[in-house]
T-cell receptor
Framework: DAKTTQPNSMESNEEEPVHLPCNHSTISGTDYIHWYRQLPSQGPEYVIHGLTSNVNNRMASLAIAEDRKSSTLILHRATLRDAAVYYCILRDSGGSNYKLTFGKGTLLTVNP | DVKVTQSSRYLVKRTGEKVFLECVQDMDHENMFWYRQDPGLGLRLIYFSYDVKMKEKGDIPEGYSVSREKKERFSLILESASTNQTSMYLC?????????????FGEGSWLTVV
């Protein structure tokens, strides 16, 4: 699977927007971009995913660069419950389709 | 609600013991995974199974084995537990074939080997 690069940590204030970046310069045309987050003492949970177009759901928005070499997860109004580790991963739709590799993610701290 | 259930939330085992970590999913998913998570290292893939009786090594399979006799159950086995296997273990499952499909995780099993 192609590699992703994320900052180790980011900090935000409550009620403010948060932009979490992810670089994936070696992304292939068939790779989906997935975001997961992990709250303390819990397993990771799905946030959002996309292929080429920007995506919105009730949790967040995903902005994908035109060349697809980077993406940004946007939390529109951070809450204390959004404090978590956020993982950006790529899923290859062909080849070794089964393996799922996570990196270290970004630890998001939300200040009250 | 979709569900991935890990049998034990917290375990303490002695060095040299055989340890079984069980995972059951109720979503009829073909793919199942075992990860371990350690501070500063993120999630590391131990083994995965793309279907019943099928398994493949992940990135750190040494010291572990797995069993997938039924579709809904994926077991991680530590043949002879060692202290460096003290970690949080996460099971996950996914529908095979489509890269847009969500991965579902269990809540994790905290294993301490003394």
């Amino acid at each position: 699977d192609a590699k992703t690069t994320q900052p180790n940590s980011m900090e935000s204030n409550e009620e403010e927007p948060v932009h979490l970046p992810c670089n994936h310069s070696t992304i292939s045309g068939t790779d989906y971009i997935h975001w997961y987050r992990q709250l303390p003492s819990q397993g990771p949970e799905y946030v959002i995913h996309g292929l080429t177009s920007n995506v919105n759901n009730r949790m967040a928005s995903l902005a994908i660069a035109e060349d697809r070499k980077s993406s940004t997860l946007i939390l529109h109004r951070a809450t204390l419950r959004d404090a978590a580790v956020y993982y950006c991963i790529l899923r290859d739709s062909g080849g070794s389709n089964y393996k799922l590799t996570f990196g270290k993610g970004t630890l998001l701290t939300v200040n009250p | 609600d979709v569900k991935v259930t890990q049998s034990s939330r917290y375990l303490v085992k002695r060095t040299g013991e055989k340890v079984f970590l069980e995972c059951v999913q109720d979503m009829d998913h073909e793919n199942m995974f075992w990860y371990r998570q350690d501070p500063g290292l993120g999630l590391r893939l131990i083994y995965f199974s793309y279907d019943v009786k099928m398994k493949e090594k992940g990135d750190i399979p040494e010291g572990y084995s797995v069993s997938r006799e039924k579709k809904e159950r994926f077991s991680l086995i530590l043949e002879s537990a060692s202290t460096n296997q003290t970690s949080m273990y996460l099971c996950a499952s996914r529908v095979q074939g489509q890269s847009g499909n969500t991965i579902y995780f269990g809540e994790g099993s905290w294993l301490t080997v003394v």
